[in-house]
T-cell receptor, first 113, second 113 residues
Framework: EAQVTQNPRYLITVTGKKLTVTCSQNMNHEYMSWYRQDPGLGLRQIYYSMNVEVTDKGDVPEGYKVSRKEKRNFPLILESPSPNQTSLYFC????????????FGQGTRLTVV | GDSVTQMEGPVTLSEEAFLTINCTYTATGYPSLFWYVQYPGEGLQLLLKATKADDKGSNKGFEATYRKETTSFHLEKGSVQVSDSAVYFCALRPRGGSYIPTFGRGTSLIVHP
């Protein structure tokens, strides 16, 4: 079954404690991206990757890092989380980068206290 | 910058009623346009898309037509069902520049039996 898998689904952490949210896709997609969803703001893109070792900033990259060492994985790293990063995060993938985001993960609800 | 404006919800309808969710956009050039649906607790699913003026995207009884003259991409369905209750997002991806998608804030649809 084609899918994008995020882990964990829920996470509560404290300010400043580094964390990683993993994302994996089984469709051999070149393009992957991360979004955050906040009430009343829709989705905003954090980072995207057009292929292995190719990443670039989205609209709201501050406070986040990503890496793309393998085609299937695209982890999101928060080196020093802050309360304003409390949000619902989605990973997405598609075959190529210029069409729609075709597949989304189920989301990771992060709370930073 | 680019922007997507959706009608505010919630939109509340009875089963079998006609649905319209308005979406207008501001973008440089001719972006690709998309509608996504998000069911409770899940990630977004691509519902339909249109890549050029006068294109009509359709899927599962939903339709939307790319209107360049009015910069609109309204979502319609002739007869809604209770199972259509969800949040609907309009989005665009520019053809040049950053290629970063812009999402609307989402419109909640509630369909009563």
């Amino acid at each position: 079954e084609a899918q994008v898998t995020q882990n964990p689904r829920y996470l509560i952490t404290v300010t400043g404690k580094k964390l990683t949210v993993t994302c994996s896709q089984n469709m051999n997609h070149e393009y992957m991206s991360w979004y955050r969803q906040d009430p009343g703001l829709g989705l905003r893109q954090i980072y995207y990757s057009m292929n292995v070792e190719v990443t670039d900033k989205g609209d709201v990259p501050e406070g986040y890092k990503v890496s793309r060492k393998e085609k299937r994985n695209f982890p999101l790293i928060l080196e020093s989380p802050s309360p304003n990063q409390t949000s619902l995060y989605f990973c997405a993938s598609s075959e190529a980068g210029l069409g729609p985001e075709a597949f989304f993960g189920q989301g990771t609800r992060l709370t930073v206290v | 910058g680019d922007s997507v404006t959706q009608m505010e919800g919630p939109v509340t309808l009875s089963e079998e009623a006609f649905l319209t969710i308005n979406c207008t956009y501001t973008a440089t050039g001719y972006p690709s346009l998309f509608w996504y649906v998000q069911y409770p607790g899940e990630g977004l699913q691509l519902l339909l898309k249109a890549t050029k003026a006068d294109d009509k995207g359709s899927n599962k009884g939903f339709e939307a037509t790319y209107r360049k003259e009015t910069t609109s991409f309204h979502l319609e369905k002739g007869s809604v069902q209770v199972s259509d209750s969800a949040v609907y997002f309009c989005a665009l991806r520019p053809r040049g520049g950053s290629y970063i998608p812009t999402f609307g804030r989402g419109t909640s649809l509630i369909v009563h039996p």
